[in-house]
């Protein structure tokens, strides 16, 4: 089934630690983006990478680093977690030819 | 700094009657302007979406109209039904030249009871 497939699906994390949220597709889009989801502030944009060996950063980046080493990964790392950081994350992509974006069904990470 | 403003937060409707969700947007420059869907546990998928030289645009009971003047749209869900009940994003993307992102509102939790 074509599409995005992000993991963990949840994930109780130490604060400190170090955590890599994964993301892949398999629809061959240029485009992916990290968003995080709080309730009250709707999606915020992490970071996102407009096509394969490039990233920027979006409107809450600080704490997050992602790559792009090729077209379908898109990974996320939390360097050192804090409990800001619990949230619930999900990776989208899009085609630059077209509009919507594709979202995954989220990774749910509590920092403790 | 918030440049898509959504309300209601939350929203109550009888089955068959007609849901209202309302977006305001700042940077004149957006170019699409898509509504998304989100049920518990899922993520968010594209319900309609309109550009700003269209004034309304219906898909079945869905229904976006358009107010370039004012910044403003809004989601219209007629003879709404318990199974809408989701939360709604709505979202303004940015123009070409720039990341071509979506900038998300706030969301709207909305309940139809039966």
């Known amino acids: 089934i074509a599409g995005i497939t992000q993991a963990p699906t949840s994930q109780i994390l130490a604060a400190g630690r170090r955590m890599t949220l994964r993301c892949t597709q398999d629809m061959r889009h240029n485009a992916m983006y990290w968003y995080r989801q709080d309730l009250g502030l709707g999606l915020r944009l992490i970071h996102y990478s407009n096509t394969a060996g490039t990233t920027g950063k979006g409107e809450v980046p600080d704490g997050y680093s992602v790559s792009r080493a090729n077209t379908d990964d898109f990974p996320l790392t939390l360097a050192s977690a804090v409990p800001s950081q619990t949230s619930v994350y999900f990776c989208?992509?899009?085609?630059?030819?077209?509009?919507?974006?594709?979202f995954g069904s989220g990774t749910r990470l509590t920092v403790v | 700094q918030q440049q898509v403003k959504q309300s209601p937060q939350s929203l109550i409707v009888q089955k068959g009657g007609i849901s209202i969700i309302n977006c305001a947007y700042e940077?004149?420059?957006?170019?699409?302007f898509p509504w998304y869907q989100q049920f518990p546990g899922k993520g968010p998928a594209l319900l309609i979406a309109?550009?700003?030289?269209?004034s309304e645009k219906k898909e079945g009971r869905f229904t976006i109209s358009f107010n370039k003047s004012a910044k403003q749209f809004s989601l219209h869900i007629m003879d709404s039904q318990p199974g809408d009940s989701a939360t709604y994003f709505c979202?303004?993307?940015?123009?070409?030249?720039?990341?071509?992102?979506?900038?998300f509102g706030s969301g709207t939790q909305l309940t139809v009871l039966p």
């Open positions: 940077n004149t420059a957006f170019d699409y």
């Open positions: 979202a303004a993307r940015s123009p070409p030249g720039s990341a071509r992102q979506l900038t």
């Open positions: 989208a992509s899009s085609d630059s030819g077209t509009n919507g974006y594709t």
């Open positions: 309109i550009r700003p030289d269209v």
